[in-house]
């Protein structure tokens, strides 16, 4: 399926069916974690069959029910591993919407997880994974022009980037980011705030993969 329409038709979703996911979905999805873990020096886990993590209280919280599924986004500590997460992580996002399965980025409202994390690793944050309730529901925008500079005879490659940016997943649906075009690239920089940096990681990714243009 082509990328845009992924992320059209990713949404957050927070309730799970008990439907199991089929062992062809789930050897695509291992197999391209460990890719993208090789390719950026990651250790990001694909856990399955494993209910305990999202049954206590701050998932509850959170609204989270019948997750026996997740992706815990592990890396090596410091100051890039959230951008890092976030642009890797997104990648794994949209593999499993193009499967069939939804999932929701989980920061805090989750319990503790049964991924492993080395020394000198940590887990930046977990995706709930697998058959939703239903699709979940599109996110407001901000309008274009307090998201990007965009002059009148801006390329195509870059028009395409801002929209697939402006359908990336923020935290809080806050979209604290700004994008310009730097050449044949863009520059895309983001405001301090929780998580604004997994936000950018994942803003980037939209961006790239939509463009074919790298970002600085």
């Known amino acids: 399926m082509e990328i845009m329409k992924l992320m ?3 949404h957050s979703v927070r309730q799970y069916t008990d439907q199991k996911i089929e062992e062809e979905k789930r050897k695509i999805l291992t197999d391209l974690c460990e890719k993208i873990n090789a390719e950026n020096d990651m250790h990001m886990q694909v856990i399955y069959d494993e209910p305990t993590c999202f049954t206590g209280m701050m998932a509850r919280y959170g609204k989270f ?21 976030g642009y890797c992580g997104e990648q794994l996002v949209l593999k499993a919407q193009e499967l069939g399965l939804n999932t929701c980025w989980v920061a805090l409202t989750h319990g503790k997880s049964k991924a492993k994390v080395e020394k000198g690793e940590k887990q930046a944050i977990l995706l709930s994974l697998g058959y939703g309730v239903n699709q979940g529901s599109a996110h407001q925008s901000k309008d274009i022009s307090k998201l990007a500079k965009v002059n009148g005879d801006a390329p195509q490659w870059y028009l395409d980037g801002i929209k697939a940016a402006m359908l990336a997943p923020t935290a809080m649906n806050q979209q604290k980011f700004t994008i310009e075009q730097a050449g044949e690239q863009a520059k895309i920089t983001a405001a301090a705030g929780m998580y604004t940096k997994l936000d950018l990681g994942i803003v980037k990714y939209h961006f790239e993969a939509a463009s074919g243009h790298k970002t600085v």
């Not at 029910?65 to 997460?85: M, N």
């Open 65 to 85: 029910s019948g997750v026996t599924d997740y992706i815990a986004v592990v890396g090596p500590k410091g100051a890039d591993l959230d951008e890092k997460a």
């Open 8 to 10: 059209e038709e990713r």
